[in-house]
C-alpha cells in the first residue's frame, strides 16, 4: 500500500500548496449542508461566501438559495445553511426537478473555492461522511491530502473543525497502515478519539454550536454528531468566472 501524507492545516493560508489533494472541513454548517444536499438528490451545489452572487444566481437560474449571514437566514434566501432544512424542505425542490442549489456561507465557501483554485481536486468533508470519503480518497491513490479546517468565521479555531477532521484521519487509517500526520492531524486524531462518544454534548459547547442552538437549529447538531451517516462524497468539479465553487456527488 502506497505511502501516505496528511496534512492538516486551517484557513485559506495555511494550506500546504503541493498537496494531491484538499478537503474542506466546515462541520458547522457548511460541510454538513452540502454533503446533505447532495445526498438527497440535488445534482449540483454552487457555492459563494458572497449573498449578493448568490442571491443573483439563484433568481438566473430559477433554484432554491440556501444562506446564513451572522447564523441567521436571510429573508431572501428559501432555506438556511441547515442540513436539517434540507432535509425536511430540500426534496420538495427536488421532485419538482429543480436540482440545483446555491449555499451562501463565510468560511467554508470561501476555503472551498481558494483551494479548488490551487487543484480541482478539491472535496467537502464532515462527521458524516468521514468513512466514505476515506476510501474515495485511498481509491484515488493520493499521496498527499491538505485537510484543511475552515475554523469559526475563517479566523478563528473552530473544536467542531479539528474533530471532524480527526474522524476523516481515523478513517483512513483504518484502511493506510502507512501514513504520516503533521502535529495538528495528530491532535485532531487523538481529540477524536476520546470525544466520539459525546459529539452531540462537545458540538453544543462551541462557539458555532451555541450559535446555532440560539437560532432553533437543535437538529443540525444532531445531524452533524452522527458519524458515518452519510456515503456522499462531494468534489469540486469547477470554478465559474465570478468565483463561484461548483460542486457535485462523486
Known amino acids: 500500500m502506497n505511502k501516505m501524507h ?6 485559506k493560508d495555511g494550506v500546504n500548496p503541493n498537496a494531491d489533494a484538499y478537503v474542506v472541513v466546515d462541520v458547522l454548517r457548511f460541510s454538513t449542508t452540502v454533503i446533505t444536499a447532495l445526498g438527497i438528490g440535488f445534482k449540483r451545489v454552487y457555492a459563494t461566501p458572497s449573498l449578493d ?18 447564523g441567521i437566514k436571510p429573508p431572501m434566501a428559501n432555506l438556511d445553511n441547515s442540513p436539517f432544512e434540507i432535509l425536511s424542505i430540500g ?26 483554485k490551487i487543484n480541482v481536486n478539491t472535496y467537502i468533508g464532515s462527521t ?4 466514505a470519503l476515506a476510501r474515495k480518497l485511498m481509491e484515488k491513490g493520493y499521496g498527499t491530502i ?49 470525544v466520539s462518544n459525546s459529539l452531540k454534548e462537545v458540538f453544543s459547547q462551541s462557539k458555532s454550536g451555541k450559535i446555532v442552538l440560539s ?30 465553487a461548483i460542486i457535485e456527488r462523486i
Open 215 to 244: 437560532t432553533g437549529h437543535d437538529h443540525d447538531i444532531e445531524i452533524a454528531s452522527d458519524v458515518n451517516s452519510s456515503i456522499t462524497v462531494p468534489k469540486v468539479t469547477g470554478i465559474s468566472e465570478d468565483e463561484i
Open 6 to 11: 496528511v496534512f492538516l492545516s486551517w484557513f
Open 53 to 70: 452572487k448568490a442571491l443573483a444566481l439563484s433568481r438566473a437560474r430559477d433554484i432554491p438559495l440556501a444562506a446564513e449571514v451572522e
Open 128 to 131: 458524516i461522511n468521514a468513512s
Open 91 to 116: 426534496g420538495t425542490y427536488v421532485g419538482s426537478g429543480r436540482k440545483e442549489l446555491v449555499i451562501r456561507s463565510t468560511a467554508g465557501a470561501l476555503l472551498t473555492i481558494t483551494l479548488a
Open 146 to 194: 491538505n485537510i484543511a479546517c475552515a475554523g469559526y468565521k475563517a479566523k478563528e479555531f473552530a473544536i467542531e473543525d479539528l474533530i471532524g477532521a480527526g474522524a476523516i484521519i481515523h478513517e483512513i487509517m483504518k484502511l493506510c497502515n502507512d501514513i504520516t500526520l503533521n502535529e495538528e492531524g495528530l491532535a485532531a486524531y487523538y481529540l477524536y478519539k476520546s
